[in-house]
């Protein structure tokens, strides 16, 4: 079988298993569709001995890792293998989630440049790290053991009294950065908490939403204003915050 554009990989959905399929018009490029949703490009090319082999390239992403970027990067192994050098990709010394989540966090503070990153890394070290840091990466290679694992251990965090939904949601979000990064680096093959974020709501507890009444005390009031001063995300965003926190009737 084979696909030729963005929109015909978006419509893949395999029931059980997994199907292989060509990309046109890119000799040796694949596409490798799992029934656990994950979309895994990879490249089939030539050795000097006339042997074949196959590299994974990474998870398609719509609108971030697709057809294009894949060739791309495909043309780049054929560079390399011209000028001599090695595009094997060895990671077997990566044993353990812990060993992965250390590259990766190594990887991310070089590359990505955000207030907020070393806060929302202690986030994901402090709730869910010294749960999954043992799981070894055989096992996070075969989803049909690694999901429910890390399924479970997200619900941990969980209960009906604190079910930290919000918190929950960012640590699963960095879980699925994690495992992104290892199938680009040829770790794995699919990231196994992708379903999980796809169908969230029906798998972990959800809050409920509870209309907050006006703020009329002023000096509930202040300490709102001294809150939203001391916010350290975006000014955006804080500027959002004390606009609609105003009664705009006042200053019309």
């Not at 990766?104 to 999954?132: C, G, H, P, W």
């Not at 209960?159 to 960095?174: F, M």
């Not at 009031?221 to 955006?236: A, M, P, Q, V």
Request: proline share 2%.
């Amino acid at each position: 079988m084979e696909v030729s554009t963005e929109k015909e990989i978006e419509r893949i959905n395999i029931v059980d298993g997994k199907k292989e399929f060509s990309v046109k018009g890119i000799k040796g490029l694949k596409l490798f569709c799992y029934s656990t949703g994950g979309k895994i490009f990879k490249f089939k090319y030539q050795l000097e001995g006339g042997n074949y082999t196959t590299k994974t390239l990474g998870e398609w992403i719509k609108a971030v890792y697709g057809i294009k970027q894949a060739g791309d990067d495909a043309i780049e192994i054929l560079r390399k293998i011209k000028s001599g050098e090695d595009v094997s990709g060895n990671n077997s010394l990566v044993k353990n989630f812990y060993e992965l989540w250390t590259i990766y966090k190594e990887d991310a503070l070089k590359t990505q440049k955000f207030k907020t990153l070393k806060s929302e890394m202690s986030r994901f070290e402090f709730n869910l790290l010294d749960i999954v840091k043992h799981v070894d990466i055989e096992t996070i290679k075969k989803p049909s053991k690694a999901t429910p694992f890390f399924l479970n251990a997200l619900r941990s965090l969980q209960d009906e009294d604190s079910p930290k939904s919000d918190t929950v949601k960012k640590v699963l979000g960095r879980l699925n950065q994690v495992f992104d990064f290892a199938i680009i680096k040829g770790i794995i093959e699919v990231n196994p908490t992708r379903i999980l974020s796809q169908n969230f709501s029906k798998n972990f507890i959800k809050v409920e939403q509870t209309p907050r009444k006006a703020i009329v005390d002023i000096d509930k009031f202040k300490i709102l204003l001294t809150d939203i001063n001391e916010y350290w995300g975006s000014i955006h965003i804080k500027n959002c915050i004390k606009w609609v926190a105003i009664d705009r009737k006042s200053v019309v």
